[in-house]
């Protein structure tokens, strides 16, 4: 298993080029949605395995894509 990533760089390339997922407005604002509802159990599921810490990086990441780089759509 590769290692978290550490910046906002390592996050991007993992999540555009590695999973191939384009950081849309719409998959930014519902990750920063889904990440931020301590209800949701996959959520609750991240919390667990990776730390509290790295969900506030993963969703301050999610909200710099979102003011920054996310296409419109």
Same mark, same amino acid.
């Not at 910046?7 to 390592?10: K, N, P, V």
């Not at 949605?33 to 949701?40: E, F, I, R, T, V």
């Not at 959520?43 to 667990?48: E, V």
């Given at each position: 298993m590769a290692a978290l990533p550490e $910046?906002? @760089?390592?996050w991007?390339?993992?999540?555009e080029v590695d999973c191939g997922i384009p950081l849309t407005t719409s998959f930014c604002e519902q990750r920063i949605? %889904? =990440?931020? !509802? @301590?209800? !949701?159990p996959h $959520? %609750? $599921?991240?919390? !667990?395995k990776y730390g509290d810490a790295h969900l506030a990086r993963v969703i301050e990441w999610f909200e710099? @894509? =979102?003011r920054? !780089? @996310?296409a419109t759509g």
């Open positions: $910046t906002y @760089a390592e991007k390339q993992c999540i949605q %889904a =990440l931020n !509802d @301590a209800q !949701d $959520t %609750a $599921t991240f919390r !667990d710099r @894509a =979102l920054s !780089d @996310a």
